[in-house]
């Protein structure tokens, strides 16, 4: 008679302690993580696009008007202002993707994660999730170089 086949509950492989990620739950994570960065810096982008067009439209708009009040430089200086910020938190946004897909340059991961924060709820989302993964010990050993020790 054949042998009976192993339980359906039992360990398959190589078993982790509970708490500890396994390198594919930190690859997937990160791979979550990259995306959702680039589509943080996509926003930003747009937003920062829609923020200049503002300016140029509020400053040729201002210009024609008959109120001596008017400063349609203070308003686009202000529009200005705004998209040149947005445009650093996109190019962070972007870089902290392509350290997260290189696993290089942790700390700048952790940068950009932080700096999310200003994009509004979803960015304070993005930031709590980040922070959860990239602090813990396996995903830091992950972005070490080969042969260096991590202390966590």
């Given at each position: 008679?054949?042998?009976?086949?192993?339980?359906?509950?039992?360990?398959?492989?190589?078993?982790?302690?509970?708490?500890?990620?396994?390198?594919?739950?930190?690859?997937?994570?990160?791979?979550?993580?990259?995306?959702?960065?680039?589509?943080?810096?996509?926003?930003?982008?747009?937003?920062?696009?829609?923020?200049?067009?503002?300016?140029?439209?509020?400053?040729?708009?201002?210009?024609?008007?008959?109120?001596?009040?008017?400063?349609?430089?203070?308003?686009?200086?202000?529009?200005?202002t705004a998209a040149v910020f947005y445009g650093a938190l996109f190019a962070l946004s972007f870089s902290t993707a392509r350290n997260l897909t290189l696993r290089y340059g942790h700390r700048l991961c952790l940068a950009g994660a932080g700096a999310a924060c200003c994009i509004g709820a979803l960015g304070i989302a993005l930031c709590v999730y980040a922070l959860i993964v990239l602090l813990k010990p396996e995903v830091k050993t992950a972005f070490a170089p080969p042969g260096s020790t991590v202390v966590a």
């Amino acid at each position: 008679m054949a042998a009976t086949p192993p339980p359906l509950n039992g360990p398959r492989g190589p078993v982790t302690p509970p708490g500890v990620w396994s390198p594919i739950q930190i690859n997937s994570h990160l791979h979550t993580l990259k995306i959702l960065f680039y589509v943080a810096g996509g926003i930003q982008l747009a937003i920062s696009v829609v923020l200049l067009l503002a300016a140029i439209g509020g400053y040729t708009g201002e210009m024609k008007s008959s109120n001596p009040a008017a400063q349609p430089v203070l308003l686009a200086a202000v529009f200005v202002t705004a998209a040149v910020f947005y445009g650093a938190l996109f190019a962070l946004s972007f870089s902290t993707a392509r350290n997260l897909t290189l696993r290089y340059g942790h700390r700048l991961c952790l940068a950009g994660a932080g700096a999310a924060c200003c994009i509004g709820a979803l960015g304070i989302a993005l930031c709590v999730y980040a922070l959860i993964v990239l602090l813990k010990p396996e995903v830091k050993t992950a972005f070490a170089p080969p042969g260096s020790t991590v202390v966590a």
